[in-house]
């Protein structure tokens, strides 16, 4: 039995302005959810929904992951980017050198992500969300792809990448340095055994994983919240 993961969350100050924004970016459908959060809803192979929850803290230092986006040519590139830049994104310097053919933006509540340019052979067979490129060690790449069942694309210098056999992004960790932990992290996979499956059982084979509970001050709910063993955050749902 595996986990599927259901939906990447973003926390947000503004959920419905930021769930537009990346509605726009993407192409994708918004649709309402509880709890005053929006979802914006794949229309290609994503596999999963990117969800929109409000948050009154403010982000604080980069993100652990942020999203790679594809290009197909330099045409397309300019145009995702002007497209961003027009729903409310902008530039931002993170270290990245000149020669570098990528380019690095930050939506409007200052999430980071980059538009890679074309011919980029690592995401040439995915599609407009190339990757979840992710800061993390090799044995976080390691337990995600036991929790997820999806196998290893690659693992070379401590760096690692999976991907789901049926397609989609693929998810990237950079190895060590890692970033120093400063508080919970902004964005967090929701995951969910399928409907003939069991909750406790699939958070008993994540500890044994390496994940831990962990206690955010969610309060008595269904779902559970945990790390894996980079310490960052994700929740496991009932089945679905």
């Known amino acids: ?41 794949p229309g290609d192979d994503t596999g999963f929904r990117i969800e929109f929850f409000p948050t009154q803290e403010p982000k604080a230092g980069p993100n652990q992951m942020h999203f790679d986006l594809t290009s197909t040519s330099l045409e397309d590139q300019q145009e995702t980017v002007a497209r961003a830049l027009g729903l409310g994104a902008r530039h931002i310097d993170v270290g990245q050198l000149p020669e570098e053919e990528h380019v690095v933006l930050a939506d409007p509540e200052g999430n980071e992500f980059c538009v890679i340019e074309p011919g980029n052979n690592f995401l ?16 976080v790449g390691y337990f995600w792809s036991e929790a997820l069942g999806w196998p290893l694309v690659w693992d070379q210098d401590q760096e690692t990448a999976i991907r789901s056999p049926y397609g989609g992004p693929k998810i990237t960790w950079g190895g060590p340095p890692l970033m120093p932990k400063t508080g919970k992290y ?21 500890v044994s994983l390496g994940a831990t509970r962990v206690d955010i001050g969610q309060g008595d709910v269904s779902w559970v919240v945990m790390a894996d063993p980079d310490g960052h955050e994700f929740c496991v749902l009932t089945p679905r």
């Not at 259901?6 to 309402?32: E, H, K, M, Y």
């Not at 040439?124 to 044995?139: K, R, T, V, Y």
Request: with cysteine.
């Open 124 to 139: 040439a067979e995915c599609g407009l969300i190339g990757a979840l490129a992710s800061d993390g060690s090799q044995e």
């Open 186 to 206: 902004r964005l967090h996979f929701d995951l969910a055994p399928p409907a003939d499956g069991d909750q406790e059982a699939e958070v008993d084979r994540l």
């Open 1 to 41: 039995m595996t986990l599927q993961l259901i939906a990447l969350c973003f926390d947000a100050n503004g959920p419905p302005g930021l769930a537009r924004f990346w509605s726009g970016v993407l192409g994708w459908p918004t649709a309402d959810l509880p709890d005053d959060g929006v979802a914006i809803l």
